[in-house]
């Protein structure tokens, strides 16, 4: 079975600060894992994939497979962030994703 | 706009009812996927279909149906339904070239809410 953890709810920063949002995974296959965000009244979109090891607005994220996790990461946090953040993953021969439960992420001025 | 469009956005219904969820995926696009998200639930797969036919299953109830049209349009019944079915309810869709796999980029409707009584 495959699973996704995302262990923070809610996760509020600073202006500037650094965020991070920590997501878990449990596969026992090789995994492709993605960072979904859903700003406020706007569909759920992708912000990045692993296997395109691309910055998105800043944001990065490095697969880890010895700590089955894949982190989002951005060293400077800006107002515009704030916003639903899904860590998922897709393993075997699936098209679907499997979702972790979401952080939201709030960035106080 | 040729995005994912899911209707109605909004349903309230009593228990025991029957309600049918549309969803028409974004242009070209042969895979539809719905997701279902409860309160203090993330988003549960439900099912996929591609080009007519079911994909995959996921956690799905008996009571949850689904199919996707020659246009390729796709409906979710939920019958019989419960206070628990109460959720957002999200289509989404993507491509599917012959014999590859998508990107993993889903698109996303903006859901339909359901409100069982």
């Known amino acids: 079975a495959q699973r996704v953890t995302q262990p923070e709810k809610l996760l509020s920063v600073f202006k500037g600060a650094p965020v991070e949002l920590k997501c878990n995974y449990s596969?026992?296959?090789?995994?492709?894992l993605f960072w979904y965000v859903q700003y406020s009244r706007q569909r759920l979109q992708l912000l990045l994939r692993?296997?395109s090891r691309e910055s998105i607005k800043g944001f990065t994220a490095d697969l880890n497979k010895g700590e089955t996790s894949f982190h989002l990461k951005k060293p400077f946090a800006q107002e515009e962030d704030s916003a639903m953040y899904y860590c998922?993953?897709?393993?075997?021969?699936?098209?679907?994703?499997?979702f972790g439960k979401g952080t939201h992420l709030i960035i106080q001025p | 706009d040729s995005g994912v469009t899911q209707t109605p956005k909004h349903l309230i219904t009593a228990t025991g009812q029957r309600v049918t969820l549309r969803c028409s995926p974004r242009s070209g696009d042969l895979s539809v996927y719905w997701y279902q998200q409860s309160l203090d639930q993330g988003l549960q797969f439900l099912i996929q279909?591609?080009?007519?036919?079911?994909?995959a299953k996921g956690n799905i109830l008996e009571r949850f149906s689904a199919q996707q049209f020659p246009d390729l349009h796709s409906e979710l019944n939920l019958s019989s339904l419960e206070l628990g079915d109460s959720a957002l309810y999200f289509c989404?869709?993507?491509?599917?070239?012959?014999?590859?796999?998508?990107?993993?980029?889903?698109?996303f409707g903006e859901g339909s809410r359901l409100t069982v009584l």
């Open positions: 279909y591609y080009n007519g036919e079911e994909r």
């Open positions: 692993h296997i």
């Open positions: 989404a869709s993507s491509v599917r070239s012959g014999g590859g796999r998508n990107t993993g980029e889903l698109f």
């Open positions: 998922a993953l897709r393993g075997g021969g699936a098209d679907g994703l499997t």
């Open positions: 596969y026992s296959g090789s995994p492709e």
